[in-house]
Structure formats: structure tokens, C-alpha cells
């Protein structure tokens, strides 16, 4: 007797870890029973046939500022999330600042966790912060099952999460490595940072140079190396710092980085004057860096591709670049973004999963996420990769209607999005997610 499945999606297309296949995806309950041929008999409630159309597994993105509760104004786990499924990711990581209060001990978890309850449209996990003054609160965030601890090293741009300083950063460090834990950092030295001269982009972007994510990205590498603690660097946008990570890496220093839609498809070159709508820090740099970065993403130095959507209201987004509030929303738009870009470099849409599903799922030890295998969550993303779309901003999900992409036309579309076998279209079913206890 043949046993029925609640959903088959066939596509030629099916993005797997071996490759573009022609395959029938078999979904039991909410997850992946099944990978059979692409014509296989199989009896299914829903049995829908993408054709030509590509059968993505969800993405992953480990790097989102959801800002709730605290700053709810400025983007929400309902719009958030929204906007994620529409963008083909059906899990989040959220960022512990921004919110008010910050995720830095296990009653703020709570709190977030309250304000997030009954509103995620996808699956979301947690990231705590390192502050000055929490070590104690690391191991009793870990056991709650936040992925990892987020840190600065220069000002965050919001007083209740500050930075840590060296011997702040190794103390937080070696506590992390005694329970396996990992550190995620925004890695740029305040040294080498100043105050723009004036208000254009050109001189905001003399004011971060790529000489302070390299020596910040040092710092971190020598520490890693003398603690033995894991470290990931947030949003690499300087290719200053390739050599380093590649040099640490091949050494055996348990580090690994990540660089975001931005700084693979936009570039210094192109920010109109005024458009503060591109202001994030790290600086979005020059062409030929870019060219570099995608160097560095193709050779596996940076391994992850995540948003960093990190939205705000459209007044803090005045007046010029010297006082705009720096941050990127991205969150819908950064599958399309990076086809878009990929495509035109010779890359598939293999690449594009490994880079923006599979390496974010393994960064945070994410189980059931990441790839088209049986005994994984059933998360699917029906995707166009031929179709052209013009962005405008005010129909996306997007809390605030701010995005340096409005007016672009991207490559690529998502049409459906699955999470645990079930589509996106309605009431929130998402879940929150637990790291290893």
C-alpha cells in the first residue's frame, strides 16, 4: 500500500547539495520525507508541479535586527518576519540590540520572547550580547538556548549596548569557549574611526576606513587564537581583511566571517548625494573592493551571506550622511539582490543556497535547517530566476519604506514560501528556536 504524503513540489530545478536536480519533494507532517525523481508516482493531499521554476530550500538569515520590544516603531516581529518570508527566508537569527532592553541576561530574553510570541511568520531563533559587566550572564543565556553572543568593539550607536574593550572582549571570550559557545563581531577598531569631516558620503566613508575592520579583525584572531574560543565576524564589507581570515583559517583558528547583500551589489560609486538611505556601517566601499569581496565569498573566506536588515524610521535618516542613523533594510530583498549580482559573475543557484542557507544554518548549529534533506524541516521556496522586478519600497513588508534598492530592478522572484510543509499566506505559524543546551 502506498503511503500518502501531505505536500509534493516537483521542479526540474530543485536546489539539493549535490546540485540543480530534477526532483519530486515528498513532505510527511513538516518535514521532508522524500527526495524521488522528478516524474515519480507519488501520492500526495497537494501535488503542485513548478516545471521549469526552482525549488529552493528556506534561507537562513543569522543577522537581523527585529528591534522589538522597545523600538517596535522601527521594524516588529509581524513586519519582520512578514518581510522575511517574502524574501524566501523562513529563519531568523534576531540581533539582541536595538530592542529595549537589550538580550544581555535571561529576563530580557524573556521579554523579547513575550513581545514575539503569536506574531513570527517564520521560524526564529536568538542571539545574546556581550556588554561590559555580563560574563556572569553568558553561560545562563546559553543554557536558555540563545545561538551565540553578539559584540562591538566600537560604539553600537545605541547607549544601552556598548562596546567591549580587550581585555573585556578576552574575559568574555574565554568564558564562551569553556561551554562551546561562539562570539559574533562587529569588528572595527575605534582607533582608526573619526567623526566625517562633512556631511557627503565621501566623507563618511573616509571616517571608517578598511584599516579598522583589519586591525579589528587582528584583535579578534589573536584572541580567538590564545582562548580558543569560536569567533565569526559580522559583515565584512573591507576585502583588507581577507588575507587575515584566510591566513587564520589555514592555521587552524576557529574563525569564520560573513558579508551581506549590500557590499556584494551596491557600491561607493554608486550612492547618490544625499541617499542616506545607504548609510550602514561598515561603509558600503568601492567597485573594486567589491570585486574582491566576491573573490573572497567564491574561495570560502566569507562563507555567509546575511542581511544585517537593520531598519529605523525615515527621520533618522536625515539630514546627510555625517548624522543619519547607519543601517541597511534589506530583509525581502537580499535572495533577489544576490542572484542578480551572482548570475551576471557565472555563479549558480547552488552557490547562492550554500552562501545564504546551508553556511548560516552550520554558523549557528541550527539543526533541521539549511538544505533539501530528508529528515529536515519541509522549509520550501518556490523562486523565478528569470523574472525582473522593479523594487518600490512602500510594497514591501518592511516596517519603514527606507531601502537603498527602491527604484532597482532586481533578477529573480519568490512566488511561495513553505515553512514545515506549510505556506506562508496567513496567520503566523513560526516558531521559536533553541540552541544547543
Keep these: ?19 540543480e536536480r530534477a526532483v ?12 524521488a525523481g522528478y516524474t515519480a508516482p507519488l501520492t500526495a493531499t497537494e501535488d503542485i508541479d513548478l516545471r521549469d521554476l526552482a525549488l529552493l530550500p528556506g534561507l537562513v538569515d543569522t543577522h ?43 529576563a530580557a530574553l524573556d521579554a523579547k520572547q513575550r513581545a514575539a510570541l503569536g506574531q513570527c511568520h517564520v521560524d526564529v531563533g536568538f542571539w545574546g550580547g556581550a556588554v561590559p559587566g555580563n560574563v556572569k550572564d553568558l553561560a545562563p543565556l546559553h543554557e536558555r538556548g540563545v545561538y551565540g553572543f553578539k559584540c562591538f568593539l566600537s560604539p553600537s550607536g545605541v547607549e544601552e549596548f556598548p562596546p567591549l574593550g580587550v581585555s573585556e572582549l578576552r574575559e568574555a571570550l574565554e568564558e564562551i569557549a569553556g561551554f562551546g559557545g ?8 575605534p582607533v582608526l574611526l573619526g567623526e566625517p569631516g562633512g556631511p557627503t558620503y565621501r566623507e563618511f566613508l573616509e571616517s571608517r576606513p578598511g584599516a579598522s575592520e583589519r586591525s579589528a579583525v587582528e ?16 559583515h565584512v564589507s573591507s576585502a583588507d581583511c581577507l588575507d587575515v581570515l584566510e591566513a587564520a583559517r589555514a592555521e587552524g583558528v576557529a574563525v569564520t566571517a560573513e558579508t551581506c547583500p549590500h557590499y556584494l551589489t551596491l ?73 542578480t549580482e551572482a548570475a551576471r559573475r557565472g555563479h549558480g543557484l547552488g552557490d547562492v543556497v550554500r552562501w545564504m542557507s546551508a553556511n ?3 554558523l549557528a548549529k541550527i539543526s533541521g535547517k539549511g538544505g533539501m534533506k530528508v529528515g529536515n524541516d519541509a522549509d520550501l521556496v518556490a523562486f523565478d ?53
Excluded at 24 to 35: D, S
Excluded at 182 to 189: K, T
Excluded at 286 to 306: I, P, Q, Y
Aim: charged share 20%.
Design 360 to 362: 548560516p544554518a552550520a
Design 182 to 189: 561562539v562570539m559574533v563581531v562587529h569588528a572595527e577598531d
Design 219 to 234: 584583535q579578534v584572531v589573536r584572541l580567538a587564537r590564545e582562548t580558543g574560543a569560536r569567533v565569526h565576524i559580522l
Design 1 to 19: 500500500m502506498t503511503i500518502p504524503y501531505d505536500l509534493v513540489v516537483r521542479s526540474r530545478r530543485t536546489v539539493t547539495p549535490e546540485g
Design 64 to 106: 537581523v535586527h527585529v528591534n522589538e520590544p522597545g523600538r517596535t516603531h522601527w521594524e516588529g516581529f509581524d513586519s519582520a518576519t512578514r518581510a522575511a518570508a517574502a524574501g524566501g527566508v523562513t529563519t531568523i537569527v534576531d540581533m539582541p540590540l536595538n530592542s529595549l532592553p537589550p538580550t544581555v541576561n535571561v
Design 24 to 35: 519530486a519533494v515528498a513532505v510527511r507532517g513538516e518535514r521532508i520525507a522524500a527526495l
Design 267 to 339: 557600491t561607493a560609486e554608486q550612492v547618490p548625494e544625499g541617499a542616506t538611505a545607504y548609510k550602514c556601517c561598515p561603509p558600503i566601499r568601492s567597485e573594486a573592493n567589491r570585486d574582491l569581496l566576491w573573490e573572497g565569498l567564491a574561495r570560502g573566506v566569507l562563507s555567509c551571506v546575511v542581511s544585517d536588515h537593520s531598519p529605523s524610521t525615515a527621520d533618522l535618516k536625515v539630514p546627510d550622511f555625517a548624522a543619519a542613523w547607519g543601517g541597511i533594510a534589506s530583509l525581502q530583498l537580499g535572495l533577489p539582490a544576490i542572484w
Design 385 to 437: 530566476p528569470d523574472a525582473d522586478h522593479l523594487v518600490d519600497a512602500a510594497l514591501l513588508h518592511h516596517k519603514n519604506p527606507v531601502t537603498p534598492y527602491h527604484g532597482r530592478t532586481l533578477k529573480g522572484a519568490v512566488l511561495t514560501t513553505w515553512l514545515r510543509g506549510r505556506p506562508v499566506d496567513g496567520a503566523p505559524h513560526g516558531r521559536f528556536l533553541l540552541g544547543a543546551q
